[in-house]
């Protein structure tokens, strides 16, 4: 893929989990709002996030597991996630990231299944000038 092309979600390695029947279906609506980014991009995000991990504390942490509300944890990210934030950037690895609308990561964050099953943490982290 030449440089700076953006991937199709037809080739994003996680698009099983919002397509098929054993996972909670996303609607092509919901889908379109999902961009994955290119490999070399996911790449510097990641290695940026976890420099910046690996010095600065999250101003809140929220650790979520099988036991957790899942209208808590929407609350909570809608009230941690600036609305004016209407993108984020969700980074699996080195390979995997995409830009997510924030209204879909809010409402859908638990049925798409888009961060790892096991134990995880959400850290909100403010970036001051």
């Known amino acids: 893929m030449p ?4 991937p199709g979600l037809s080739n994003f390695p996680l698009l099983w989990r919002w397509n098929r029947d054993t996972h909670p279906k996303l609607s092509l609506d ?6 994955p980014l290119p490999e070399d991009e996911a790449a510097v ?15 809140e942490r929220l650790k979520v597991d099988d036991t957790s509300d899942e209208t808590s944890v929407a609350t909570w990210l ?3 996630i ?3 934030g209407n993108e ?17 990561f ?3 964050w638990d049925d798409q299944d888009i961060l790892p099953p ?6 909100h982290l403010r970036v001051r000038s």
């Open 3 to 6: 440089e700076g092309t953006q």
């Open 45 to 59: 995000l990641c290695d940026e996030v976890v420099k910046w991990r690996d010095r600065h504390e999250p101003d």
């Open 82 to 84: 600036p609305s004016e």
């Open 30 to 35: 919901e889908l379109e709002l999902i961009r």
């Open 118 to 123: 096991a134990n995880w943490t959400i850290a």
């Open 106 to 108: 809010v409402r859908r």
């Open 78 to 80: 809608d009230r941690m």
């Open 88 to 104: 984020l950037m969700l980074i699996w690895d080195r390979r995997t990231a995409a830009r997510v609308q924030r209204v879909l």
